[in-house]
């Protein structure tokens, strides 16, 4: 089987991912409570809780050492100070246990997470939106990968995170912010689309954010009893789903996609899942998305990621093997 580590921001999570694709082992440790009362990852506890976390996943997954083919792991992007996590725990277990190393890539890893049960689908269409990304990606059948389109400040799950903070909801936002949309009315605060009608195609979710900030500033500046952060919520996020799905369409006439993927940890998002069925579906696409639990980070991803390297023979050696905040994304398989 094929040892999956993830520590790229804050979830501490190991996997065991047979060659047959059966999950043997899957944990992950959220540090979002740690984190939620600064309305952020904090970088420097969030490299101290996985210092103390990755030692006691590796010690439950000690009985199938003999198992273990590779090594893979998340080497980029991220935090740093989190990569470096695990990194180093890859690094001294493939001494140990004198196995290959494999890297892997955090957004390689979310496409992979679409196919933790079957072989890759390619060529393919890719969403991921989480909370360092939004891109539109395109895959082609040797894997090799082009950006389509992305973002020009903050991420679509990043907005997320902003609003929240802003009503005072914690950290992570994507889920609070959804759970109050939800039943309220998404018409009675109008937020403009970002770039709506702008030919370029990219997003941008910065002025969005602004307009809710203004809009909350406004209604306690005149003391207003009618503030209500559900409609607030519900119109920030009909607007972001918008936004997603206005520059998507117009990829979807360009590329004419046969498979398009849904990937990363805002890809549980309901709404803008069932906005993207109905674009599917009236462009004849067939959409794929990952298991509810497996949009957010988790190293089931990375070891199917991994695997998929695995049977190319890409490994790469210890001294090779370094961690990047970037991503150089070039193809699914390098
Ligand atoms: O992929 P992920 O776990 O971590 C990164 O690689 O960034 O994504 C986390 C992001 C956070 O910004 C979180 O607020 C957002 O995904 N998110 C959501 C939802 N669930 C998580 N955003 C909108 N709606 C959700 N249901
Ligand atoms: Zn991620």
Redesign the pocket.
């Known amino acids: 089987m094929i040892l999956g580590i993830e520590s790229?921001?804050d979830d501490s999570s190991v996997a065991l991912l047979g060659l047959d694709l059966e999950l043997k082992y899957h944990k992950k440790i959220s540090q979002e409570l740690e984190h939620s009362k600064y309305g952020g990852v904090v970088p420097e506890l969030a490299a101290r809780l996985h210092t103390a976390a990755l030692p006691n996943l590796i010690k439950e997954i000690q009985p199938y050492f003999k198992d273990i083919k590779a090594i893979a792991v998340t080497n980029q992007p991220?935090l740093s100070v989190s990569l470096v996590g695990g990194v180093s725990v890859a690094k001294a277990l493939a001494i140990g246990l004198n196995l290959p190393l494999i890297e892997v890539n955090?957004?390689v890893?979310?496409i992979f997470s679409l196919f933790l049960e079957e072989s890759e689908q390619l060529p393919l269409g890719v969403l991921l939106v989480?909370?360092?990304?939004t891109m539109i990606l395109y895959v082609d059948e040797n894997g090799d990968i082009t950006t389509l389109a992305s973002t020009s400040d903050d991420s679509f799950g990043e907005s997320f995170d902003k609003v929240a903070k802003m009503m005072g909801l914690g950290y992570p936002g994507g889920v609070a912010i959804e759970n109050l949309a939800k039943q309220s009315n998404s018409h009675r605060y109008k937020f403009t689309i970002p770039l709506k009608g702008d030919k370029r195609l990219e997003y941008s979710f910065s002025g969005l954010k602004n307009q809710v900030r203004l809009e909350i500033e406004k209604s306690v500046a005149n003391n207003s009893q009618d503030i209500d952060f559900a409609d607030i919520a519900a119109g920030f996020e009909r607007a972001a789903c918008e936004h997603i799905i206005d520059k998507l369409n117009r990829i979807c006439i360009e590329y004419k996609f046969k498979n398009l993927g849904v990937v990363?940890?805002a890809s549980a998002n309901i709404y803008l899942r069932s906005m993207l069925l109905k674009l599917c579906d009236k462009f004849d696409i067939n959409l794929l998305v990952a298991p509810m639990e497996f949009c957010?980070?988790n190293a089931a991803m990375i070891a199917r990621a991994g695997l998929a390297k695995f049977k190319k023979n890409k490994f790469t050696q210890s001294k090779e093997l370094k961690i990047s905040p970037r991503s150089s994304l070039s193809s699914i398989y390098l």
Do not use: F, T
């Open positions: 790229s921001c991220g955090h957004l890893g979310h989480s909370g360092g990304h990363g940890g957010s980070d």
